[in-house]
C-alpha cells in the first residue's frame, strides 16, 4: 500500500488505503466498549488539536482516540488561541510544529489549510478535521466504517444524501468515496443548495426528495450549514423546507423496508429530520459517532508510523 504521510482528503487516497483505514478502524472498536479503555498503540506520541471551528463529535474523538491509544493530546481552540492576538496562521502553525508533535489534528473555515500549512512544517504529519466546505475525510472512513457494519461492503449501494450540499465537505468527500469505492450518490437539494457543475462527481441529481427515495440503501441527511451560507434567499423557510427536503416518517417508509438513516450530526430536528426518524430503529447516528473513535484511532496510528498491532 502507498504509505499515508498527511490526511488532507479523500481525494488523496486510492481505495486501497480507504479500505486499511477503515478496517484498521474495525479492529479498534472493541478497545472503546471495554471496560479499561486503554492500549500502548501511541505511547510517547504527541497529537495536537487545533480547531478554528466549532466541533463536538470531531474534536472529542480525536482526543478519545489519542487518549485511549496512549497518547498525549492537546487541545486548542480558535477562541483560545494566539490568533485572537493577531498570530497568523502559518505562525500558529509553525509555532506548534516547534514543539515537535507527532500529529497536528487541523479544523479551519478555508479550504486548503492543511496542505498549505503542510507546505511549511516537515516533520509533523497533518490531518484535516473538516477545511470549510472542502473536505472531511474522517467523517467519510466513520460512515464507511458504519456502513461496513450493515452491509458488508457499501459496493452497488445507493446513498441518498440529502439537504445543503453546496456547502458540506461530509458531501464533497462521500462524492469522492462514492466513485472509489463503487457506490452510487443521489444528492437532493434545492438549486440554491447545489453546486455548480455537480454531476462532474458521477452523481445522480434530485431536486424532488420523494423521487429520489424509491431504491435508496441509506438516507444521509445534512444540515443547512448557516454559517456558511452568504445568500439569505437560498432555501424558504424552516417549515417549507421541512415540507420539501425533511426526514419523515412516511418518506422514509417509501425508501423501503431495509433502508437506513445516517447524519454526520450536529442535527436539527424538525429541519432536516423528524424526532422520530432520528430516534427509530433505522437510523444509524449514534453508531456513527461511536465508529468516530475508531477511525480516527487508526487514523492517528497510521500517521504515527503504527500497524495497531501493539493494540
Ligand atoms: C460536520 C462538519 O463539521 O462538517 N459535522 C461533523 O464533523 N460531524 C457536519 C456539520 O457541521 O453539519
Known amino acids: 500500500m502507498r504509505p499515508i504521510k498527511h490526511l488532507f482528503g479523500i481525494a488523496d487516497l486510492d ?29 510517547g506520541k504527541t497529537i495536537i488539536n487545533l480547531f478554528f471551528e466549532n466541533s463536538t463529535r470531531t474534536r472529542t474523538s480525536f482526543e478519545l482516540a489519542g487518549k485511549r491509544l496512549s497518547g498525549d493530546v492537546i487541545n486548542i481552540s480558535a477562541s483560545t488561541s494566539a490568533t485572537t492576538k493577531g498570530e497568523t496562521l502559518l505562525d500558529t502553525g509553525q509555532t506548534l510544529a516547534a514543539m515537535q508533535p507527532h500529529v497536528l489534528v487541523i479544523r479551519h473555515s478555508l479550504a486548503g489549510t492543511c496542505e498549505f500549512l503542510a507546505e511549511y512544517l516537515d516533520n509533523t504529519a497533518i490531518v484535516n478535521a473538516g477545511d470549510g466546505a472542502h473536505e472531511h475525510p474522517t467523517q467519510i472512513l466513520t460512515d464507511l466504517l458504519t456502513l461496513k457494519q450493515v452491509w458488508g461492503s457499501p459496493e452497488g449501494k445507493v446513498i441518498t444524501i440529502v439537504g445543503d ?10 462524492l469522492l468515496a462514492a466513485k472509489k469505492l463503487g457506490y452510487t450518490m443521489r444528492v437532493v437539494a434545492p438549486k440554491t443548495l447545489l453546486p455548480s457543475q455537480i454531476e462532474r462527481y458521477g452523481c445522480e441529481v434530485f431536486h424532488d426528495f420523494d423521487a429520489a427515495l424509491p431504491g435508496s440503501d441509506a438516507v444521509y441527511m445534512l444540515r443547512i450549514q448557516t454559517e456558511r451560507l452568504t445568500d439569505s434567499c437560498a432555501f424558504p423557510s424552516v417549515r417549507e423546507y421541512h415540507e420539501a427536503y425533511g426526514l419523515n416518517a412516511r418518506r422514509l417508509r417509501s425508501a423501503g423496508p431495509d433502508c437506513i438513516v445516517m447524519h454526520p450530526g450536529p442535527m436539527n430536528r424538525g429541519v432536516e429530520i423528524a424526532t422520530d426518524v432520528a430516534d427509530s430503529a433505522k437510523s444509524h447516528i449514534l453508531s456513527q459517532v461511536e465508529h468516530g473513535v475508531a477511525v480516527r484511532m487508526a487514523v492517528l496510528t497510521t500517521l504515527c508510523g503504527g500497524t495497531g498491532e501493539e493494540a
Open 165 to 174: 450540499i453546496a456547502h458540506s465537505r461530509v458531501a464533497r468527500s462521500h
Open 15 to 43: 481505495r486501497e488505503q480507504i479500505e486499511y483505514l477503515v478496517n484498521l478502524g474495525d479492529s479498534f472498536i472493541d478497545i472503546n466498549r471495554r471496560s479499561l479503555k486503554k492500549a500502548p498503540t501511541l505511547r
